[in-house]
């Protein structure tokens, strides 16, 4: 069953609208999704496809209730997206949060994070109280630059890019993100970011700059992605320095056709540095959205099929249920799952 939730932030006209969906059968856990980058939707709606409607639907079936919001100035919350940045997120993450806390006391609680979200779930996790499993679904461990690197590595595999092509283009995104790190006033960062995109659109097809209807448009397109603030804080982020000293046990999941991330290297991360119980997962032939693909491409997420198919939600579900813990089920964790009830 799902019911509408309000939340006030204290500013006037800002109100966060969400759907709260309710457990069937035994409530093990219950807890608070965290959509990726961008204006989202509180179904996190990619091609088509409602994610969180989905994932939510097969934790319910599973014992485990959920809470998920629009983002400000998307759906039916108020206020704007523009303009807000990691802190304020952060802030309506925690007013989300202690909603569900008051709502369903006694069920082990958690946040579940997509893509850019776990990074603010062990934010999130670090911030608050009453956070007893976290989860991070398709996200970036490593520090921000050598994530974004990363992406662009794969970005150039897609493309075919090799040899002096390839290193042009991975100095340029280097030099890009170096500059979008390096000045913190947003003018200063806009004349650096402006002037390196400029100075690249001579390696630019001229069917590309086309689309963008012309040099100009091709120019302010680039400066603008490259000014969206969840670059700026994912390139200054290191999820893994927060997942090192987070004492709350962490599930990270990933697909392993996902083009978003470097799957291995991440992974490798989170195995090495998580500092409290964890396990990690690699779920076969699923994309960034755990749909089955056959090539984890963004292009063919619209006709991919439904996202979040199990074992995605049976792994979360357990990861939730103090009863699976007890049991000793989860003996795929590193570290030693006693550490927990001692």
Known sequence: MDERVE??????????????????????GSALLIS??????????????????????????RGVSTVRFDDRGVGESGGTYLGIDGKILLDDLSLQWSWLRGRDPGVMRGVIGHSQGGIFALRLA?????????????????????????????????????GADREGYLAHSRGLFESIVRFEDPLARVRAVREM???????????????????DGYVDFAVKDAMEWEVRDLLMSDPGAD?????????????????????????????????????????????????????????????????????VGGLI??????????????TENKHVLERLFC
Not at 262 to 286: P, Q, T
Not at 294 to 304: F, K, L
């Open 7 to 28: 939340v006030l932030t204290g500013e006037r006209g800002v109100t966060l609208v969400g759907t709260y969906t309710a457990a069937r059968g035994v409530h093990v």
């Open 36 to 61: 990726g980058s961008g204006p989202q939707d509180r179904d996190e709606t990619v091609a088509g496809h409602a994610v969180f409607a989905v994932l939510a639907e097969a934790l319910a079936d």
């Open 126 to 162: 670090r911030r608050v109280e009453g956070v007893d499993r976290v989860v991070m679904l398709g996200s970036a461990i490593r520090d921000g630059m050598s994530f974004m690197m990363a992406m662009r590595r794969l970005i150039c595999d897609d493309l075919g890019l090799a």
């Open 197 to 215: 995109v400029v100075a690249s659109v001579d390696g630019v097809g001229d069917g590309d700059l086309e689309e963008f209807g012309g040099v």
């Open 243 to 311: 997942l090192g000293v987070l004492r709350v046990p962490v599930l990270g999941v990933w697909g392993e056709c996902d083009r978003h991330v470097d799957v291995v290297a991440e992974r490798g991360v989170f195995d090495r540095v998580c500092s409290a119980a964890c396990a990690s997962a690699v779920i076969g032939s699923r994309n960034h959205l755990f749909q089955i693909s056959a090539t984890g491409g963004m292009d063919s997420y619209a006709d991919d099929g439904a996202p979040m198919l199990d074992p």
């Open 317 to 330: 579900a357990r990861w939730f249920d103090r009863a699976e813990w007890v049991r000793g089920v989860l």
